[in-house]
């Protein structure tokens, strides 16, 4: 009990607990659903998620002044790349956050002629340009650490290209790239933070691709990815070391 | 700046709660008014979706009330002791009667009778802001007696008599005295100040739904936008919150 207490004194636990019950409630529905479950319960399932979505808009109203806050702060980390994809993400972020509350305007009848398809793609944009600023950052740390790894075990490397180029080019390629392989393991493996923060990106990313119409999947795998990112997103809150720094 | 407070998500209730109150304010002040109906519409819309957003951020509430109600029996003084566990078990009641509500709002559970989980919640409520303002008189009457306590020996250990001292303790002798002893009291203890008057302000609600005291929605809402602020005001600057 007082786990909980301390848990959701922390800003954003609950709505991360919400967001992990309304893909929960995404899922549910699309697999009662292929199962062929009653309309009426299908029903109810699709308002609580409703009703859980526009509750977390509502929480949200704040977040966009957070997340320009965020961008400032990252002007003034060191390396430049870093410095690009933090800030530009979280500009994005807060343009979503924007969108996001105007739709909420929209949503409680505040705005009753607004076209809320339109600012629905619209927020759903930006919160994809956000997730692809995200994963590049990810996929630049990933760079730099097996770099890093890879200079590391050079001696041995040089050994192994010797002997390889007895082989033919097709092995060659297949060798060099079973070797990028497990070296990307070896650096995720002992990076936990980027590791949760990987899966967590590549996971939210499928949502705006099937709303977007990019890529389309179903609601199942919609609300499976929502779900996933959320829980991992919960481990970050309780245990404020996977997080990834800055 | 408190609604950016990275640290603590009460601060954004308090602005819905706030922000709930006010727009029922408003539009009971705007109900007279020919040409608003849109405003009011508005205003209700905005107060009715506050009010469904917090009943959901509301639902994990009945743990923060039963840890508080096991803290409080921990408390040395008896008063205090009783009337805030009576208070946060009575809480920890109202917190179950609203998640019922919720399910029923959302139509997980159509079958509910509203009306009747809606009294005794707001009974459970009542209940509670009673106790509260039981620890609260308590408080207030002993810090009073310590007052005057203290006033009696400053007064017979001076060795001259102040003009001002003459004239608030001997020449407004007999009715107005306790009144002057409870605003120097009160005055010298705003944590105690602020939250009499919190409890006071939400007590309107309750004594209007149960019947008790039929006041109108303009009342209501300006007395929950004053324990708002209050509530705001004791977020942000913590020496403000009455400690037990």
Known sequence: ?246 | MVLVSPVNHFPHFFHSRAIQHTCMLLSYLLERKADKEMVIMKLKKLESSMRSGRKLFRLGNMVHAMVAARRTTQLPDLVPRLCLTASNLSRVLYFICDTVLWVKSVGLIPDIDKQKWRNWATKCYYYSLLMNLTRDLYEISWRMEQEAQREKARKENSSHCDEQDQDLFSFHAGGLQPFLLLYHTLRKHPPLLLDTMKNLCDLSSPLDQLGIYKTNPGVIGLCGLLSSLVGILTVASPLMKLKH
């Open chain 1, 1 to 246: 009990m007082d786990f909980w207490v301390q848990f959701s004194a922390q800003s954003q636990a609950k709505e991360r607990v919400f967001r992990a019950a309304q893909y929960a409630c995404t899922l549910l529905g699309y697999t009662l659903q292929k199962n062929g479950a009653s309309a009426d319960f299908l029903a109810r399932i699709k308002q609580l998620e409703a009703h859980m979505s526009l509750g977390r808009k509502l929480f949200r109203l704040g977040n966009s002044a957070d997340a320009l806050e965020s961008a400032k702060r990252a002007i003034h980390l060191s390396d430049v790349v870093l410095r690009f994809c933090i800030t530009v993400s979280n500009l994005n972020r807060a343009m979503y956050f924007a969108c996001d509350n105007i739709l909420w305007a929209g949503k409680s009848g505040l705005l009753p002629h607004m076209d809320q398809e339109k600012w629905s793609q619209r927020s759903f944009r930006y919160y994809f340009f956000a997730l692809i600023l995200n994963l590049s950052r990810d996929a630049y740390e990933i760079r730099l650490l097996m770099e890093r790894e890879a200079c590391g075990k050079r001696p041995k490397g040089s050994e192994t290209r010797h002997a390889l180029r007895a082989d033919s080019s097709l092995q060659h390629l297949v060798l060099r790239l079973k070797v990028q392989l497990h070296l990307l393991g070896h650096v995720l493996r002992s990076n936990p933070p980027l590791l949760v923060d990987v899966v967590k990106n590549a996971c939210d990313i499928f949502i705006p691709l099937d709303k977007l119409g990019l890529y389309k999947t179903n609601q199942g795998f919609v609300g499976l990815c929502g779900l996933t990112s959320s829980i991992l997103s919960i481990l970050t809150i309780v245990h404020p070391w996977l997080k990834l720094k800055p």
